[in-house]
C-alpha cells in the first residue's frame, strides 16, 4: 500500500473543515514536507523566495512554509494570523 501524499491528504483536510463550518485559507507546511510537496507535486513553482508563500497549490490555499519539520496543517484566517504573529513565515 502506497502511503498517502500531500497532495491527496490536503483536500481530505479541507473537506473536513468544511463540514465543521470552518474556512481553511492555508496551507502549512514543515521543511521536510516541503521538500516531498516539491518532489510529489506537479505544480511548478517559482524560485523567488517569498512569493512561494502565495501560490495557490494545494486545493487553491496559500501555501505557506513554517520553521518546523513535519508539519502539513490546514488552517482557517484566524490561525494562520496567530502563527504568523508568532512565527516566522517563511
Not at 497532495?7 to 473537506?15: F, Y
Not at 496543517?73 to 494570523?81: A, I, K, M, Y
Amino acid at each position: 500500500m502506497t502511503p498517502n501524499t500531500i497532495e491527496a491528504d490536503v483536500p481530505q483536510a479541507i473537506q473536513q473543515m468544511q463540514q465543521q463550518g470552518q474556512t481553511p485559507v492555508a496551507v502549512m507546511l514543515g521543511h521536510e514536507d516541503w521538500l516531498v510537496f516539491a518532489e510529489q507535486s506537479q505544480v511548478a513553482y517559482t524560485p523567488f523566495g517569498s512569493a512561494r508563500r502565495y501560490q495557490p497549490a494545494l486545493g487553491g490555499l496559500l501555501l505557506v512554509r513554517i520553521d518546523e519539520m513535519n508539519a502539513v496543517r490546514v488552517v482557517t484566517q484566524t490561525e494562520l494570523d496567530t502563527n504568523a504573529a508568532s512565527h516566522q513565515l517563511l
